[in-house]
C-alpha cells in the first residue's frame, strides 16, 4: 500500500502524547503507528488489519523500524477485534476507507482500503464507543463533506468532538479533509485549519513543514510534496 498524505496528517497531528494504550484501526503500510511510537517513548501500540497482504507489508516495516517492541500488528477485522477486546485503550485511531461513490476497483486490496462496505463510520464509531474507557478518544481523518455525518452519528454514541483541524490544498482551493478528535465528555472544541501548498503545488506552506517535517527524510530537494 502507498504512503498517502492523509496518513502522513494523521501520524503527525493526532494528539497521542499524554496516552500509552493505543489502537490503530488500519494498519496498512503501518505508517501511522510508526509516527505515534516515534512521538510518544511511552505508547504502547496495537494496530490491526484485514488484509493479509498489508498486514505482512506493515508488520515487516516494523519489525525493520526502532520500535518493534512497542507495536503489535494483529491480522482480524474490527469487528471481531471488539468482541474480543484484551484490554482498554487511551486512543484509538483511523484513516477508515471512506470512498462510498467511487467505483469499486478491480483489485481487492484496493478496494478493501478505499471503500466502506469493509468498514462503515457507523461500525467504526459504533466499535470505537464499545471499548473506549470514560478517558478515551478516537481520532480520524475523513472527507470534509463527510464531517457532519461524523459527528452526529458519534453524538449517537456519547462520542463528543473536541478537537478538529479542516484541510486544504491552497488557500483559495475548498476544504477537502477533516482531522477530528473526540472524548466521552463535552469540551470547548478546539477548531483551526491547515493549508498544505502555496500556489505552486511544490511549495509547501511552514505550517504544513512544521507539522510533518520529523518525519521525512532530510535529503537534498526534500519538500512534503514528495510524498504525494
Known sequence: MPLSTDSVLLGSWVPIEPDHNI????????????MMAQR???????????D???????????????????INAIHIDFQSFVKQCPKNYD???????????????????????KHAFSLSFSALIEGAAA????????????????????????????LFLI??????????????????????????????TLTLYHLNPHEPTDTYIRLTSPFYL?????????SE
Not at 478537537?163 to 477537502?176: L, N
Open 163 to 192: 478537537r478538529s483541524t479542516h484541510v486544504r490544498s491552497t488557500t483559495h482551493m475548498p476544504f477537502i479533509r477533516s482531522l477530528l478528535t473526540f472524548a466521552r465528555e463535552p469540551q470547548q472544541i478546539a477548531e483551526d
Open 218 to 226: 532530510k535529503i537534498p530537494g526534500w519538500s512534503a510534496a514528495s
Open 40 to 50: 510518544n517513548p511511552l505508547a504502547v501500540i496495537d494496530a490491526i488489519e484485514i
Open 52 to 70: 493479509q497482504e498489508s498486514y505482512d507489508q506493515g508488520l515487516e516495516n516494523i519489525c525493520n523500524s526502532p520500535w518493534p517492541h512497542r
Open 23 to 34: 489502537l490503530e484501526v488500519g494498519l496498512g503500510c503501518g505508517v501511522v503507528s510508526l
Open 131 to 158: 471499548i473506549l474507557p470514560d478517558n478515551g478518544k478516537l481520532s480520524v481523518i475523513i472527507p470534509y463533506a463527510g464531517k457532519d455525518n461524523f459527528i452526529r452519528e458519534s453524538l449517537k454514541h456519547q
Open 91 to 113: 486512543h484509538i485511531v483511523c484513516n477508515p476507507p471512506f470512498f462510498q461513490q467511487d467505483l469499486h476497483s478491480p483489485y481487492t486490496r484496493r478496494t478493501l482500503a
